[in-house]
């Protein structure tokens, strides 16, 4: 495939476009997973902080749906469709900055490539969607700061700070940024600590993080405690987390770009000058600590691979720029990377098949006996989690309306949950549009948010009447879990969620009669 080389800006305007569409269309169009569903919390409840992520993300979901005006899955994913079409404009700036127009464009390709920038950062509302934007902003300023000249200083390190800090409001692993600015600043440029503008820039960004530094003052410093219990220094080796790890992160960054990163590396460490010294540096140096210290807690313990997944989001910029230095230019055009293109292919593969696995279940993925039982029917198929939450309102109603008719419930008896995820998803699919209250039963390390949500809604009342659903795919055996709570627990009636004709899920209903 050829292009032209002084077209590079109108194949990026279509870029952008083609990939703001498909985005949209998706978000729309695929119900919420567990994460997104519980981050609709934050905006329904604002706060300075929350139990395990700052603000940022319920933030930006209030702002994008006028305050949950509109509240369906494509407003409340808004906010990641034009992020992300942001950031693939701003990697490509980045390219242009650090190499040429021809390495930003292909940076903005491996980008949209990536599956955790696409899909998880630029389809799913998640706090790495603030995250990549702020980060990318942040590191684009740095990057001017030490490529300016004096008189320009004050500009770029004010901007750099503000993006850095409202990263760090986005997700607490963005204080990567300094860390990587400030081993920059130790090894190769000193003189930059006789710079006003870098303490005016590090302050901005403190200001920045004192919602979050308010919020666990008036929390115990819950949130620092839960995610230190998370990562360990030490602990027994666990020579298979690694390996997970490895192999997540090559999935979540789509396997082709991970050996393109790889092999831009290996030349840069053998020789191959393709980067001037401060873009390579810095970069460098805010990547790798990062990558490196969650390698570390994964021999320990296992970690999620998207932990990492913003550092290899910047080290993009490597293949993109290696890829741009080994091309020719014949006559004004530039014949497109294998790489590239697979790397794209591979994309649209996952897409196109993921999305049909979800709605279809082709594929069976209930493996072992006990996941084709009724009672963990579809625990071990991960499409679960976002597929048929739609479908329970109408049935739940139903049976909710019987019982009332009975005099067996009450119109005001709310609904009682174990575990974050699937409260969450029911409070927003089921619950919430019924007018009923969902509360936790358990401590904060199982439900999170709930123990704050708990109170704003009046709290748990003894002796009251209960709803409890009960997930095939995220089964809990009621004896064990609500009989030292309740006075009696009364099976009610199951939902079958159907996925073209076949069971997908089970919702077993209860009534839980007299909290204790």
């Not at 919420?32 to 604002?46: H, I, K, L, S």
Request: some cysteine; aromatic content about 16%; hydrophobic content about 45%.
């Amino acid at each position: 495939m050829e292009i032209q080389e002084n077209k590079i800006d109108k194949y990026i305007i279509w870029l952008l476009i083609i990939s703001a569409l498909v985005r949209g269309f998706l978000a729309a169009f695929v119900e919420f997973g567990n994460d997104e569903v519980y981050y609709w919390t934050y905006a329904m409840y604002p706060d300075w902080s929350h139990f395990d992520h700052p603000g940022m993300v319920g933030w930006i979901m209030q702002i994008f749906s006028l305050n949950l005006l509109f509240s369906s899955e494509f407003a409340l994913r808004l906010s990641s469709i034009i992020f992300m079409t942001v950031d693939t404009y701003i990697i490509y700036r980045l390219g242009c900055l650090i190499k040429n127009k021809l390495a930003g464009f292909y940076a903005a390709l491996l980008y949209t490539a990536s599956l955790y920038c696409f899909i998880i950062t630029g389809i799913f509302i998640m706090p790495d969607t603030p995250l990549m934007l702020f980060t990318l902003l942040s590191i684009y300023c740095f990057l001017l700061s030490f490529r300016s000249e004096a008189e320009e200083f004050g500009k770029h390190y004010v901007l750099a700070g503000l993006f850095a800090g409202l990263a760090i409001l986005s997700k607490y692993s963005a204080g990567f940024i300094w860390i990587g600015v400030g081993l920059y600043i130790l090894f190769y440029d000193r003189k930059q600590l006789k710079n006003k503008y870098l303490y005016l820039s590090a302050l901005i960004t403190a200001v920045c993080m004192l919602p979050i530094l308010i919020w666990n003052i008036q929390n115990d410093f819950i949130s620092f405690t839960f995610h230190g219990d998370r990562v360990s220094l030490f602990g027994k080796l666990q020579p298979g987390d690694f390996i997970m790890e490895i192999l997540g992160e090559t999935g979540y960054n789509n396997p082709i770009n991970y050996v393109l990163i790889i092999t831009a590396l290996v030349a840069l460490f053998k020789g191959k000058k393709y980067l001037d010294e401060t873009s390579r540096r810095l970069l460098l140096l805010f990547a790798l600590p990062f990558i490196g210290v969650f390698w570390f807690f994964s021999l320990t313990r296992p970690i999620l691979p998207h932990w990492s997944a913003p550092a290899f989001s910047l080290l993009l910029l490597f293949p993109a720029s290696y890829l741009a230095d080994k091309q020719s230019v014949k006559e004004g055009e530039i014949k497109l990377p294998k790489p590239i293109i697979a790397t794209l292919s591979l994309l649209v593969f996952i897409l196109v098949f993921g999305t049909i696995e979800i709605k279809t279940g082709i594929i069976p993925l209930n493996f072992g006996e006990r996941s084709k039982t009724v009672r963990y029917y579809g625990e071990t198929d991960l499409t679960t989690t976002i597929y048929g939450w739609r479908s329970i309102k109408d049935n739940f109603q139903k049976i909710r309306q019987e019982k009332i008719d009975e005099g067996l419930m009450k119109e005001e008896d709310g609904m009682v949950g174990l575990k974050w995820f699937p409260m969450a998803n029911l409070d927003y699919y089921v619950a919430n549009p019924l007018g009923i209250n969902v509360f936790g039963l358990r401590d904060a390390s199982e439900i999170h948010k709930y123990v704050w949500i708990n109170e704003y809604r009046g709290g748990l009342q003894k002796g009251a009447d209960y709803w409890f659903l009960n997930l095939s795919s995220d089964y809990y055996e009621p004896q064990r879990y609500l009989k030292d709570k309740f006075d009696e627990i009364v099976p009610c009636d199951t939902i079958t969620v159907e996925r073209c004709g076949k069971p997908a899920n089970y919702i077993f209903v209860y009534m839980c009669k007299g909290l204790k």
